[in-house]
């Protein structure tokens, strides 16, 4: 999987430097849809795993806010590790991308901002449910 293939891509997030701190904004115009929610996963324990999931429609954007954390991604095709560890760099994932988080830094803090509300209709936790669900996709 390409990174930055239109279903997965680094995105720079505007860093503002001072001598008092950095600050990063996330507007309108860093991700490719509006925001509707955002949320944060924070104290994971050592091995502990997240996601585990795909979505239907949602786009989401994570941001290691604190710490590091792996994306594993996987198109169906093929699968992708992709390692944040910066404030000021985010992961858009586009949706019909199975994605697993994990190797959690000690008091990291991962950001989610997500184009929709929670639905859990919009999940799909099964991955060979995913696997049909992104073969026919592709076929379609
Ligand atoms: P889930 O999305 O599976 O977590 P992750 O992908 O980070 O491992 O959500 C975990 C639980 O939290 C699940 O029971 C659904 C609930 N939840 C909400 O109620 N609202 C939300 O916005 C999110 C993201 C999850």
């Given amino acids: 999987m390409e ?16 001598r008092r701190g950095n600050l990063s ?20 324990p050592s091995g502990a795993e997240r996601g585990g999931h795909a979505h239907k429609k949602l786009q989401q954007f994570l941001v290691a806010l604190s710490g590091s954390f792996d994306v594993v ?36 803090v991962c950001l989610v901002v997500a184009s929709e509300v929670y639905i859990e209709d919009d999940y799909i936790r099964d991955f060979e449910e995913f696997m049909s669900y992104t073969t026919h996709k592709q076929k379609n």
């Fill in 25 to 44: 904004v996330i507007e309108h115009d860093t991700v490719p849809f509006d925001i509707k929610r955002v949320y944060y996963l924070y104290d994971v």
């Fill in 3 to 18: 990174i930055n293939n239109n279903r997965i891509q680094i995105i720079s997030i505007p860093k503002i430097e001072e």
């Fill in 73 to 108: 991604l996987n198109d169906g095709r093929e699968s992708k590790n992709i390692t944040l560890n910066k404030p000021f760099e985010g992961l858009l994932i586009k949706p019909g991308i199975w994605r697993e988080l994990q190797n959690f830094s000690s008091g990291s």
